[in-house]
């Protein structure tokens, strides 16, 4: 047990940490909040969209994560 927690320190020194220090713009400061929506009354399970339309968005929200990596790394 001693030798993991030596190890586990020993990793999270060696460990990079992502900056986190972002300067955010004045344009960001400046918006308003965003308008909040009642959930009451809304049945979260029938929300009018067909199987091919949820697979079709995950889709495209995959395909922006995957190029928001890729920018990252780049």
């Known amino acids: 047990m ?3 927690a030596v190890i586990l ?3 999270a020194g060696c460990s ?4 986190l220090d972002q300067n955010i713009s004045e ?3 400046g918006a308003e909040y965003p308008t909040l929506i009642a ?5 979260p399970f029938t929300n009018g969209d067909s199987g091919q339309d949820v697979i079709a968005q995950l889709d ?3 395909a922006s ?4 990596i890729g920018t990252l790394f780049n």
């Open 2 to 4: 001693r030798n993991f």
């Open 9 to 11: 320190i020993f990793v």
């Open 16 to 19: 990079q940490a992502p900056n």
């Open 27 to 29: 344009d960001s400061l």
């Open 39 to 43: 959930l009451e009354g809304q049945d």
């Open 60 to 62: 495209s929200r995959t």
């Open 65 to 68: 994560l995957w190029s928001r």
